[in-house]
């Protein structure tokens, strides 16, 4: 439209240039277009054309609003020269024209019409290019009222009415000059199809329709029916009475027609409207109530972060009543350091224009919660992003759950996989690296057969198998290599998920527990040949008491016997040195008699079970003095027995002690004057030790450790007679006891002996074998060897 | 056995003594049966003097036989032997010996031992006729 209308100015000026009347007026009874005009209308054309081509560039918007200024500036001058009836000169400037040019009002100048329309198109013009935004309606307005102006000139040239053309007396336009306004106001409206009066014609609200359908008819009706009315009457068909109710009615009837099918049709489309607005809000509905139902939280931002919808789960998590948190941010919820990780999670998608995945971890009134959530464009008709929106489920329980398993997993002492019945470990406890010292790539690299001691892999793959049949492997033992090249055996339970074609398996390692174990049993088979060895030995022990007992003392009683008899039945044939020697023989006999029976009763101590019983030590002291006093009337000895010593112990063996001890303090003080012989305790660190001091022959220190060996004797039988048998059964029966005995003395001081007994314990049989086997087997070799010399 | 008899004999015990060489002469004896198969079987000895240890059938054996028949089951047995191994005692008096004398190497002591002995078994010792026993 800029273009045709700046077509026409071209022409206009042309037919100036050329001197063509056409051009210039249309008709000779017409008005002509001024100079002026042509160049103000090719502007204003022009200007039109630029917009519409370009109006978002810079350099477009700039040449139009210069354009446009200058259109306003020529038809401000006119305009001025109407006012201050002067004469600028610029009329005649480009061409001169006939001084009595028709409906002129001075050769040349265009019509005071035409200067006021050139004016404020441009004005208008000028406001479009330079996007005015604060007075968008006076564009509107301009161009409205030049339109109108244009269409009335043009009406007068159609009804041939020269007072409309000429609406004044200042000059007429001309019916191009018309024309061409008409055009530039409608391409003007045209540039700016979604703002002002072509917004609403343009709309696909009813109103756009029914001004669609209405406004070309209102304009076209009357002009059409004003036509007709005006070329009957020239006709003389009709008087001006009948012409204008003519004309009246039938315009009338017509917009009547008009307006009721307009209204017909949008009253159609309104109820289509109604229906699908009906459909959205079920639709709508429905979708919210799935959303609120949901466990989920939905929510959708914009652009500017703010909550635009929010689903009710959401709306509990803050605790807030349903929509009360559109319009808010994620700063109004959360400290600043949280909402800065959310909305920076919000604007990957804002950035991306891509779906997001994401964990997100909250702190809210209900603890810490874990999310996982779903971060999506949400895009308009265009695919212009306008909202973003969120699902964010609630994983904290399933995080927990999987937190605990995995610390579980981490940090078990025993040995946790998984493998695959493909032959692979697939996931392992750090408790593998710390038993076989191999990482966890390494074993998870090769197949785990190949860390099975050789001689396990076969029967290995056969519970393998087992487990790839669904059966359970329950303490299933092989070995494992480590990666020191060592082996460690592993016990296994395991279980097998065929489906997913996993075992699951928890193994111990018992590699220790396996080596005590064989230790252990090696220490019964040796304690077990030991006893075998013990009890035989035991066996020819009594076998070579027993045989002692009977056949090596009937010998000694035939020889002291016959010399006895030999010495009685045939002393007169016998000289006194053959008396004596019979003596000697039968001493000897005796002797050896004596030996026999105290190596037997230390043998019997070996074999007797101890059998604790509560003993007073001091009576049984008593009892064993009076013996001697018994034996041996003739000797004064002064004894002095402490009162009340009373122990645990058996009392025989204790007997057996106490007759050797005071047995022996009786025998060596038998050469004092002033024999004294004391039985008494003293407390050694808690422990009460017994002694039996006497002040007889005493001995010298130097062989005290020979005291209480077996046969051991510190004086000739000249001296003190004895076997040397004593001390070591006292030695042994003290020793069964759980106690001890050691001696002090000196020569010709005296000698104590002392002994401590363990207050309660006696130990068992079985112990002394194990402490004292070795030795006593020796002993009792010892005992034999000088039995038989 | 030749010292024991020498000891009865200086401890003037005048009885009659029969001497049997070992545990089967000892049984033969008591149930008249081999060499001593025409003697008559109640008279039964004062006291039987016996050795554990003898050839053949042992002392405890013999014991053993002696308070298994109803004849003999009263008859005073004192066993006289060189053990003083408490297994004998035990043995000897769970078999039903009288008495368990040790014998002494000293020949003296042994003597002593011989005349308390005859004095108590032969003297004073008192046993239920064998009539009696068996009716």
């Given at each position: 439209?800029?273009?045709?209308?700046?077509?026409?100015?071209?022409?206009?000026?042309?037919?100036?240039?050329?001197?063509?009347?056409?051009?210039?007026?249309?008709?000779?009874?017409?008005?002509?277009?001024?100079?002026?005009?042509?160049?103000?209308?090719?502007?204003?054309?022009?200007?039109?054309?630029?917009?519409?081509?370009?109006?978002?560039?810079?350099?477009?918007?700039?040449?139009?609003?210069?354009?446009?200024?200058?259109?306003?500036?020529?038809?401000?001058?006119?305009?001025?020269?109407?006012?201050?009836?002067?004469?600028?000169?610029?009329?005649?400037?480009?061409?001169?024209?006939?001084?009595?040019?028709?409906?002129?009002?001075?050769?040349?100048?265009?019509?005071?019409?035409t200067s006021v329309c050139f004016l404020i198109v441009g004005v208008a013009l000028h406001m479009i290019a330079a996007e005015y935004r604060r007075i968008k309606r006076l564009p509107d307005f301009f161009l409205s009222a030049t339109a109108l102006i244009a269409l009335f000139v043009l009406l007068g040239y159609a009804f041939d009415e020269r007072a409309l053309r000429n609406l004044n007396m200042y000059g007429a336009m001309a019916l191009h000059t018309a024309a061409a306004f008409l055009l530039i106001c409608l391409g003007s409206f045209a540039l700016r199809p979604s703002e002002g009066i072509v917004a609403s014609v343009f709309t696909s609200a009813p109103g756009g329709m029914m001004l669609r359908w209405v406004l070309p008819a209102a304009v076209t009706v009357p002009i059409l029916v004003g036509w007709l009315r005006w070329t009957g009457e020239k006709q003389g068909l009709y008087g001006t009475g009948v012409g204008v109710a003519l004309s009246v009615v039938i315009t009338i009837l017509l917009l009547t027609i008009l307006v009721l099918l307009g209204a017909a049709k949008i009253n159609r489309s309104q109820d289509r409207i109604d229906l699908i607005e009906k459909s959205a809000r079920e639709n709508d509905e429905r979708l919210r109530t799935l959303l609120n139902a949901s466990r989920m939280s939905a929510y959708m931002f914009d652009r500017q972060g703010r909550f635009v919808f929010t689903n009710r789960h959401t709306d509990d998590l803050y605790q807030s009543v349903t929509g009360a948190l559109i319009g808010k941010t994620l700063y109004d919820l959360y400290p600043a350091p949280q909402a800065d990780i959310y909305h920076a999670n919000n604007e990957r998608v804002w950035n991306s224009g891509a779906m997001v995945e994401i964990e997100e971890t909250a702190q809210i009134s209900a603890g810490t919660k874990t999310y996982l959530s779903h971060k999506f464009p949400v895009c308009d008709e265009n695919g212009e992003m306008i909202a973003l929106g969120g699902i964010s489920y609630d994983i904290t329980e399933l995080k927990n759950a999987e937190s605990e398993i995995n610390r579980f997993f981490?940090?078990?002492?025993?040995?946790?996989?998984?493998?695959?019945?493909?032959?692979?470990?697939?996931?392992?406890?750090?408790?593998?690296?710390?038993?076989?010292?191999?990482?966890?790539?390494?074993?998870?690299?090769?197949?785990?057969?190949?860390?099975?001691?050789?001689?396990?892999?076969?029967?290995?793959?056969?519970?393998?198998?087992?487990?790839?049949?669904?059966?359970?492997?329950?303490?299933?033992?092989?070995?494992?290599?480590?990666?020191?090249?060592?082996?460690?055996?592993?016990?296994?339970?395991?279980?097998?998920?065929?489906?997913?074609?996993?075992?699951?398996?928890?193994?111990?390692?018992?590699?220790?527990?396996?080596?005590?174990?064989?230790?252990?049993?090696?220490?019964?088979?040796?304690?077990?040949?030991?006893?075998?060895?013990?009890?035989?030995?035991?066996?020819?022990?009594?076998?070579?008491?027993?045989?002692?007992?009977?056949?090596?003392?009937?010998?000694?009683?035939?020889?002291?016997?016959?010399s006895q008899a030999l010495l009685e039945d045939y002393r007169d044939r016998l000289d006194e040195t053959g008396r004596d020697y019979l003596r000697r023989v039968r001493s000897a006999a005796q002797r050896m008699a004596q030996l026999i029976d105290d190596m037997l009763q230390l043998s019997r101590i070996t074999r007797i079970e101890p059998n604790p019983e509560h003993v007073n030590l001091s009576a049984v002291a008593g009892a064993v003095i009076a013996d001697c006093r018994r034996k041996s009337p003739d000797r004064a000895v002064e004894v002095t027995i402490q009162d009340g010593l009373e122990v645990d112990g058996d009392p025989r063996l204790l007997r057996v002690v106490l007759e050797n001890l005071l047995g022996n303090a009786w025998k060596y003080t038998s050469?004092?004057?002033?024999?004294?012989?004391?039985?008494?305790?003293?407390?050694?660190?808690?422990?009460?030790?017994?002694?039996?001091?006497?002040?007889?022959?005493?001995?010298?220190?130097?062989?005290?450790?020979?005291?209480?060996?077996?046969?051991?004797?510190?004086?000739?039988?000249?001296?003190?007679?004895?076997?040397?048998?004593?001390?070591?059964?006292v030695k042994r029966i003290i020793h069964r006891h759980g106690g001890e005995v050691w001696a002090e003395g000196a020569v010709d001081a005296g000698a104590t002996f002392y002994f401590t007994l363990k207050p309660t314990t006696i130990v068992g049989e079985n112990d002394e074998r194990q402490d004292h086997s070795a030795g006593r087997g020796q002993s009792g070799r010892r005992a034999v060897d000088a039995a038989c010399s | 056995m030749q010292l024991t008899l020498r000891a009865l004999k200086q401890n003037n015990i005048t009885n009659e003594i029969v001497v049997a060489k070992d545990g089967v002469e000892a049984l033969e004896y008591l149930f008249c049966t081999g060499t001593y198969a025409g003697r008559n079987p109640y008279a039964l000895p004062q006291v039987v003097l016996m050795d554990l240890k003898l050839p053949r059938v042992d002392g405890l054996e013999l014991l053993r036989h002696i308070r298994a028949d109803r004849r003999t089951k009263f008859l005073p047995v004192v066993i006289l032997t060189s053990s003083k191994e408490e297994q004998d005692l035990i043995g000897s008096y769970s078999l039903g010996a009288n008495s368990y004398i040790h014998k002494p190497v000293d020949f003296a002591q042994f003597c002593e031992a011989v005349r308390h002995l005859g004095l108590y078994w032969l003297l004073l010792n008192e046993v239920p006729q064998i009539e009696t026993v068996l009716s």
């Open positions: 439209m800029g273009g045709s209308a700046a077509l026409i100015g071209l022409l206009a000026y042309a037919g100036w240039a050329f001197d063509i009347v056409f051009l210039q007026g249309i008709r000779r009874d017409f008005v002509t277009m001024k100079p002026n005009t042509a160049v103000g209308i090719l502007m204003l054309g022009t200007s039109v054309v630029i917009l519409g081509l370009g109006q978002s560039r810079r350099f477009a918007r700039i040449s139009a609003s210069i354009l446009s200024l200058l259109t306003a500036a020529i038809g401000a001058l006119s305009l001025a020269e109407y006012i201050f009836a002067a004469d600028f000169g610029i009329d005649q400037l480009l061409f001169r024209e006939h001084p009595v040019a028709i409906e002129t009002w001075s050769p040349g100048r265009m019509a005071l019409i981490q940090l078990s002492i025993n040995l946790l996989c998984i493998a695959n019945l493909d032959g692979y470990f697939v996931k392992l406890n750090p408790m593998w690296e710390q038993t076989l010292g191999f990482s966890n790539d390494e074993l998870t690299a090769k197949p785990f057969i190949e860390f099975v001691h050789p001689e396990d892999r076969e029967k290995t793959l056969a519970e393998v198998q087992k487990l790839a049949s669904g059966v359970k492997v329950i303490s299933f033992e092989n070995r494992y290599l480590c990666k020191d090249g060592s082996y460690k055996t592993l016990l296994w339970n395991s279980a097998s998920a065929v489906e997913y074609g996993l075992i699951y398996a928890t193994a111990v390692d018992i590699t220790e527990r396996k080596q005590a174990e064989a230790d252990i049993l090696k220490l019964n088979a040796d304690l077990s040949r030991q006893s075998t060895a013990l009890q035989a030995a035991n066996k020819e022990i009594e076998a070579f008491s027993y045989s002692v007992s009977h056949d090596l003392r009937a010998p000694l009683r035939s020889i002291d016997g016959f050469k004092k004057a002033a024999a004294h012989i004391e039985f008494g305790s003293r407390t050694d660190a808690g422990d009460a030790t017994f002694f039996v001091r006497d002040n007889g022959a005493g001995f010298d220190m130097a062989y005290a450790d020979k005291l209480f060996g077996a046969f051991q004797r510190l004086h000739s039988v000249e001296e003190f007679e004895g076997t040397g048998i004593g001390l070591a059964t | -």
